[in-house]
């Protein structure tokens, strides 16, 4: 039973323009949300985060918008760059627990 | 970055072999966590522990074992290797901080059971 949900596996983005990446959640105990980056053969590295406490997070060019009512969350990266073609991975804490669980991903493609 | 290594970085093993992946952190921090990741699936919590010899089951942890003796070391242990258990396997580490949330991660280790 997924609890983090990422429905878009892949994304196709024209460079210079905005990139929205969706994520849902069912656990109403998660209190704080996270945004991932990967690229291929790397180990995922920490881009943004958000606490439930907050419905809104920015750091440069991310911004993460949370929607507590909804259960859901968006990051959005403006302007695209060539180098934000990676897979993207959302993920949550349940407060009080030691463990970060994950979305399975999606995949963008920042287009030339 | 981080100073986190994973140990082998490849490894090719054959069914029912046992094999150890092993964890290395030079930063002292105290949770250390253990995720594969596998095409359709994303990453998935196998093991993590919250100090030494302190451990606990994560999502998908049915065939793995794992270890702490020492604060800057987390084996993960396939008792007998099955090819459902090729995958990558990364290791993340995060500190004393509350919340714990932000993980760092390993560059990986390339599994393959034949």
């Known amino acids: 039973d997924q609890q983090v949900k990422q429905n878009s596996p892949s994304l196709s983005v024209q460079e210079g323009r905005i990139s929205i990446l969706n994520c849902d959640y069912t656990?109403?105990?998660?209190?704080?949300f996270l945004w991932y980056k990967k690229y291929p053969a790397e180990g995922p590295t920490f881009l943004i985060s958000?606490?439930?406490?907050?419905d809104k997070n920015e750091d440069g060019r991310f911004t993460v918008f949370l929607n507590k009512s909804a259960k859901h969350l968006s990051l959005h990266i403006v302007p695209s760059q060539p180098g934000d073609s990676a897979v993207y991975f959302c993920a949550a804490r349940e407060k009080g627990d030691d463990k970060i669980i994950f979305g399975k991903g999606t995949r963008l493609h920042i287009l030339p | 970055d981080a100073g986190i290594t994973q140990s082998p970085r490849h490894k090719v093993t054959e069914t029912g072999t046992p094999v150890t992946l092993r964890c290395h952190q030079t930063e002292n921090h105290r949770y250390m966590y253990w995720y594969r990741q596998d095409p359709g699936h994303g990453l998935r919590l196998i093991h993590y522990?919250?100090?030494?010899?302190?451990?606990d089951k994560g999502e998908v942890s049915d065939g793995y074992s794992v270890s702490r003796s020492k604060t800057e070391d987390f084996l993960l242990t396939l008792e007998s290797a099955t090819s459902s258990q090729t995958s990558v396997y990364f290791c993340a580490i995060s500190g004393d901080q509350l919340p714990n949330e932000k993980l760092f991660f390993g560059s990986g280790t390339q599994l393959s059971v034949l």
């Open positions: 958000i606490s439930s406490i907050k």
């Open positions: 522990s919250y100090g030494v010899k302190d451990t």
């Open positions: 656990n109403s105990m998660f209190d704080y």
